[in-house]
């Protein structure tokens, strides 16, 4: 079940956020700790329960607001139920403080985060995209894209609200516009970029 978790955060400011809190959390815990970092949020790419183990740890130890997007909400709440499935006893996290909504912004320091629903691998999955608005940086957005997109593979759509089509439509509309140098970060494995991805992914080869 290995799965990535991420801490994001201004270098200048300290100003972070910790999106999908695994079974990896005390580890995303002790980096805010040593680097000092204030933690603003957690946000979640998506509810599946591999991505949301370690919420209810982050949440006690940061007393921060949780954020998912309104579509996942009936995943989150068959966390302990999925869990079991697998063979796992797992802590129910705690209760989501708010939903993402379009066009909506988190500011942090010169970073900023954008969610992009991006469904398919479930309906209410998202893209957070972080751009730096440091003066002349002209780097391309860091995207967390949750289990749509992989390193050389696609988000599986046979689990609950999954849609194969709308998934290809979501990495093809909203992942592929931020163009071939954007970096992406996976829920699972190494990270790549847009352009790798849109020439070599063979799930991919031909959609734009
Ligand atoms: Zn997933
Ligand atoms: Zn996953």
């Known amino acids: 079940m290995y799965k990535n978790g991420f801490v994001?955060?201004?270098?200048?400011?300290?100003?972070?956020?910790?999106?999908?809190?695994?079974d990896e959390v005390e580890g995303l815990l002790a980096f805010v700790r040593d680097r000092g970092?204030?933690?603003?949020?957690?946000?979640?790419t998506h509810a599946h329960f591999d991505h949301v183990t370690g919420v209810a740890a982050a949440r006690r130890a940061l007393q921060v607001p949780i954020w998912l997007h309104r579509a996942d909400a009936f995943l989150y709440e068959r966390t302990v139920d999925m869990g079991r499935m697998f063979g796992?006893?797992?802590?129910?996290?705690?209760?989501?403080?708010?939903?993402?909504?379009?066009g909506q912004r988190f500011p942090l320091g010169d970073l900023e985060i954008r969610p992009y629903h991006t469904p398919g691998h479930c309906p209410g999955g998202v893209?957070?995209?972080?751009?730096?608005?440091?003066?002349?940086?002209?780097?391309?957005?860091?995207?967390?894209?949750?289990?749509?997109?992989f390193a050389g593979s696609i988000g599986r759509t046979d689990l609950p609200g999954g849609d194969h089509a709308m998934l290809?439509?979501?990495?093809?509309?909203?992942?592929?516009?931020?163009?071939?140098?954007a970096r992406v970060h996976p829920g699972h494995g190494p990270s790549t970029t847009i352009g790798h991805e849109r020439k070599t992914n063979p799930f991919?080869?031909?959609?734009g």
Do not use: M, W
């Open 8 to 22: 994001v955060a201004c270098a200048r400011t300290k100003q972070g956020t910790i999106i999908d809190p695994g």
């Open 37 to 44: 970092l204030t933690i603003a949020h957690i946000l979640l």
């Open 88 to 102: 796992l006893e797992l802590e129910a996290p705690p209760p989501v403080d708010h939903y993402y909504s379009a």
């Open 127 to 149: 893209c957070l995209a972080v751009t730096d608005n440091t003066e002349g940086h002209g780097t391309p957005p860091d995207l967390f894209v949750g289990d749509t997109l």
């Open 168 to 181: 290809l439509a979501s990495i093809t509309d909203v992942l592929f516009p931020f163009g071939d140098a």
């Open 204 to 207: 991919l080869t031909g959609k």
